[in-house]
């Protein structure tokens, strides 16, 4: 995926097109419940995403993101509450897939057709206009145009799914779990062309399992757990809700650490702070001052991934 | 609706298999109903010969590709593809059953037209045209039907059984016995009604105003069809 920058090109900003100088949330969510028979999928689900952002839907298996996205997608009706995409029902499709590219989750190609006829199909039902060249340049499938489907590799599919969603260069491009099955060079590629849609001013909005890409790229993350939104919020808003991690070996007679600590498994001592920078500071002059050296020494930030292995673990507060 | 009309022609095409059980063996089969146009208008008459010639491409090509190629795309997820997109529902569906009602359409006006040409001209060709439309009609809105039950291109061979066997057999029973028995159930049976009208149209045994009013069943199953394919067709693989 060469020359991205070139490949993407620039466009008016289309939000102020079509919308004016003040557009409201490009997706709207409000008390969303969706159900399989008895079963609750999503229950109660409510956010906003807002023009130009990245917002990720991230949550454990069965949370119900993928439901709570075909609602979204328009491919499945709520059971109860209410969903807006750029103000219109997102089942109105005429309305709503000229200004919306849809990256599917599972691959959804007919295996006789081509990668060129593939995209070309999906280009024009979209209601958005591109050429089909530039778009398989920037996921680098040029040389697969006449390939067929059946012949591609699962990344090369992936690739040609993402190509369908940034088609005409959407307003709002729905990720699901996009670089599943990719390489490392494809995905870092695929991000690069998001990052080039958003300086265009497109909003994404983005499932995924690596939770390093939400923390990388998402402006705003909403965690589901069991259909219900359990946190949301920037990253750093998520992340400061639990403690960061310093932890190290202490030689044999060493005198006690100067902060609250627990010992693990093994004599390797944690300390979980809320302010990591003054505590390491204040570990690391404890430690010159009584000449200790402190193997091991390692002092990393709160992840997304400590936020969502905590959120796995808690139960979930019964709704009144 | 024509791109995917498009699309769906240029799968046909290259997929081996469909393009033989659907395209060249019910060709393959009116050549043998043809060549024996003696024996089997001795049975019943050369309007039987032309009722079983439209049927068989009513069942095997325009029914069964219909369903076959309905299951196919929505295991492969395709029909969900579709459906991300500005395409309405019934766009999508037309755009995919269009090139094989196309194709069926070619294949029953040369088959019945070379049938004409070897066996005779049809009474009232009019007629004749009315009543192979009609009968299209119902084994479409079957094969729509028949697809909302259908999972796979692989159970294809075992849904489109039912109808398949049992519209040739009304057609066979109509055609060799007649109506005059039974008349009512046999006309009320898919495939009866279309089966006469086109007998009649082809030996131009009946007054047009009794020949007409057997339309009214065929569409009936039209009717039905769409009704059940209202409520049976689903657009995703059952999870």
């Known amino acids: ?320 | 609706m024509f791109p995917i009309a498009r699309s769906e022609l240029i799968q046909l095409f290259r997929n081996r298999a469909v393009l033989i059980s659907g395209l060249i063996m019910p060709v393959a089969a009116s050549i043998y109903f043809i060549y024996n146009r003696d024996v089997f208008s001795r049975i019943g008459s050369l309007g039987f010969v032309g009722a079983l010639l439209a049927l068989t491409i009513a069942v095997f090509t325009l029914y069964a590709t219909t369903v076959t190629a309905l299951a196919a795309r929505r295991q492969s997820l395709f029909l969900k593809r579709l459906r991300s997109t500005a395409a309405s529902d019934p766009a999508i569906l037309a755009g995919l059953v269009l090139p094989v009602v196309g194709i069926s359409l070619v294949q029953v006006s040369f088959v019945l037209g070379v049938f004409a040409v070897v066996g005779g001209r049809p009474a009232d060709t009019a007629l004749l045209v009315v009543a192979v439309l009609a009968g299209f009609a119902m084994m479409l809105a079957l094969g729509l039907a028949t697809a909302g039950i259908t999972n796979s291109p692989e159970h294809a061979q075992v849904t489109t059984l039912p109808v398949s066997l049992g519209v040739i057999a009304v057609a066979s029973w109509v055609g060799i016995t007649g109506t005059e028995s039974l008349a009512a159930l046999k006309r009320a049976l898919p495939g009866g009604a279309a089966t006469e009208l086109v007998v009649n149209a082809w030996d131009g045994a009946a007054p047009l105003g009794d020949s007409l009013l057997l339309l009214a069943p065929t569409l009936g199953w039209v009717i039905v069809a769409i009704a059940l394919a209202s409520r049976m067709f689903r657009w995703e693989p059952r999870r």
């Open chain 1, 1 to 320: 995926m060469e020359q991205l920058t070139e490949k993407v090109g620039a466009v008016p900003d289309r939000r102020l097109l079509a919308g004016g100088a003040s557009p409201g949330p490009v997706i709207e969510v409000e008390a969303l419940n969706v159900t399989y028979g008895d079963f609750p999928a999503v229950k109660d689900l409510s956010f906003q995403v807002q023009p130009g952002e990245l917002y990720a839907l991230l949550g454990t298996n069965g949370a119900g993101k993928t439901s709570a996205l075909e609602v979204i997608e328009g491919h499945r009706p709520a059971s109860s509450g209410r969903v807006r995409v750029f103000g219109q029902s997102p089942t109105d499709r005429a309305a709503t897939r000229p200004r919306m590219g849809i990256m599917l989750q599972e691959s959804g190609f007919s295996a006789d057709l081509t990668v060129a006829e593939s995209l070309r199909l999906i280009g024009r039902l979209s209601g958005r206009s591109d050429r089909v060249d530039r778009v398989l340049g920037v996921v680098d499938l040029t040389r697969k145009a006449d390939t067929r489907v059946a012949q591609l590799s699962g990344g090369e599919r992936r690739r040609l799914d993402f190509a369908t969603a940034l088609y005409g260069r959407p307003e709002l491009i729905i990720l699901d779990e996009p670089t599943t099955g990719l390489d490392i060079q494809s995905r870092d590629a695929l991000w690069e062309a998001v990052d080039q849609l958003r300086e265009q001013g497109s909003t994404i909005v983005l499932t995924t399992h690596y939770l390093e890409e939400a923390q990388q790229y998402a402006d705003r993350v909403g965690l589901m757990h069991q259909g219900t939104l359990r946190s949301q919020g920037t990253v750093s808003e998520l992340t400061r809700a639990l403690p960061a991690a310093i932890e190290f070996s202490l030689p044999q007679g060493a005198p006690a650490p100067p902060i609250p600590f627990a010992t693990r498994d093994g004599g390797a001592v944690l300390i979980e702070t809320f302010e990591l920078q003054r505590d390491l500071k204040h570990l690391l002059d404890w430690a010159e001052v009584n000449m200790l050296e402190l193997s091991g020494l390692s002092a990393a930030p709160t992840r997304l991934d400590d936020v969502f292995r905590d959120i796995g673990t808690t139960p979930v507060p019964d709704t009144p």
